[in-house]
């Protein structure tokens, strides 16, 4: 259904309601806000409270408009801290770990978004893909052309979606299709931030895309560009394989880790976000966690390519932030409700337990938080942006037959994030306008059938 109302009209969406005030590991049940039949009431684009139905409903005033989506979850939009848009097209593709996938897929995916009209294409089935999937908030590399960032940009702030994105910065290592120099990726990246950074909801990220494909000087003027401009981000890969990482040590022999690396060119801060952290050790968390650098937490693409099993249990000891990240395209699914599967099964593999309400935290208000932004998103709070997600625990016969055995939320949840993937995503909604509704009466079709 497609709304229309006016910016001071109220919006009133009725629904089985869940979102977190704080980590629920942390905090404990009360971390958790759940009203089984609920009203979000929405107010141009912001939360204006939420509450049970039973409560607010007679307060309504009479030219509200109300969408009732009884039976269905209502969570707050899904946050992905770590992807690339430019890798979509190779998803799924076989046999390779993070070198050689490197090499054979993404080097030449990311090479033909040099055109303009290719990656203004890309940008948008990607920024559609993300909301097909509930997710209205991502952390993304784009390539080394800034033709690439400028379409991404321009496709979310199209969906006025938040997005924070950066132009890769890559001088050796890689090949010469996608080579900058470290001036000219310094020179790129400031007018490119002049142009999209602070631009209604978008943000800018100096991206390193990880240390070995960096000179040291590339390295210093991301650090100094980093830390002169106020509210940039920096995001870059860490840790990811136990190869890279003896590479990255061979190409910087004084470091005393891979983190160190970092640390050296100053690109380590609050606004820091780093991919993987599987092959860390506790001296790198206690830095990270007093540098207050956040990391990402990918599991599908840490299973796709081989690379190891995150510690979240110990990223939680040392009190660091953690999201969730798709890392498409060497991560399978866009899906956080496929992520946070595997996330659960990577946890358990470390003989440790995820909770699905811990889940469901990581994909919204944790998420929200590594990437700095939980005064704006990742939970119903009067005030918030009303990005939100249309869950329907009853989008496939499976999913149906579990959840009507569950007897408890705990219970609902955990089905949604195990048995869950795109189907369940009845509608997206960004700041409180409807940006994806499924259309439950058409059958699935495939872009090239008539």
């Not at 110990?314 to 595997?342: H, P």
């Not at 709070?381 to 999913?399: Q, T």
């Not at 007897?407 to 960004?430: N, W």
């Amino acid at each position: 259904m497609r709304i229309s109302t006016t910016p001071s009209q109220l919006l009133a969406v009725r629904g089985e309601i869940v979102h977190f005030t704080d980590d629920p590991i942390q905090r404990g049940a009360g971390a958790c806000v759940h009203f089984p039949d609920g009203l979000l009431l929405v107010r141009e684009g912001h939360v204006l409270a939420c509450g049970p139905t039973a409560e607010l409903e007679s307060s309504l005033p009479t030219d509200a408009h109300r969408i009732d989506y009884s039976g269905k979850f209502i969570v707050p939009g899904f946050i992905d801290t770590h992807t690339h848009c430019a890798q979509t097209e190779i998803i799924a593709s076989h046999g390779e770990q993070l070198s050689a996938w490197l090499e054979k897929y993404a080097w030449p995916a990311e090479a033909r978004h040099a055109d303009p009209a290719y990656a203004a294409a890309g940008a948008g089935f990607f920024c559609d893909q993300l909301l097909r999937h509930g997710t209205t908030t991502a952390m993304v590399f784009t390539t080394v052309h800034p033709v690439c960032t400028d379409a991404l940009f321009e496709a979310a702030r199209a969906r006025r979606m938040r997005m924070i994105a950066g132009k890769v910065l890559m001088d050796r290592n890689c090949p010469e299709s996608l080579r900058d120099t470290a001036a000219e990726g310094d020179a790129q990246s400031r007018a490119l931030i002049e142009k999209w950074h602070g631009r209604e909801r978008l943000a800018y990220a100096v991206t390193p895309r990880f240390a070995p494909t960096s000179t040291e000087e590339q390295m210093q003027r991301a650090g100094r560009l980093f830390g002169e401009i106020p509210g940039l981000y920096l995001q870059t890969h860490l840790a990811e394989q136990r190869s890279e990482v003896a590479w990255a040590m061979w190409l910087y022999p004084g470091a005393r880790s891979y983190l160190d690396i970092y640390e050296r060119f100053d690109q380590l801060g609050e606004r820091s976000v780093f991919a993987h952290c599987i092959w860390l050790d506790d001296e790198d968390r206690h830095r990270m966690a007093n540098s207050r650098a956040a990391m990402s937490f990918c599991p599908t693409s840490n299973l796709f390519l081989g690379s190891g099993l995150f510690d979240l249990a110990r990223a939680r000891d040392f009190g660091l932030r953690v999201g969730l990240g798709s890392d498409i395209g060497a991560g399978t699914s866009f899906s956080m409700l496929q992520i946070l599967n595997e996330a659960y099964k990577v946890v358990q593999l470390t003989g440790q337990v995820l909770t699905p309400e811990a889940g469901f935290y990581l994909a919204t208000l944790g998420g929200a938080r590594a990437l700095c932004l939980d005064e704006h998103i990742g939970n119903f709070l009067p005030g918030r942006e009303a990005d939100f997600v249309v869950l329907d625990p009853r989008s496939s016969v499976l999913l149906e037959a579990r959840v009507s055995h569950a007897t408890t939320l705990t219970g609902r949840l955990f089905a949604l994030m195990m048995l869950g993937d795109d189907r369940c995503v009845a509608a997206t909604y960004v700041l409180g306008e409807p940006a994806f509704e499924r259309d439950i009466s058409l059958p699935p079709r495939m872009p090239y059938q008539e």
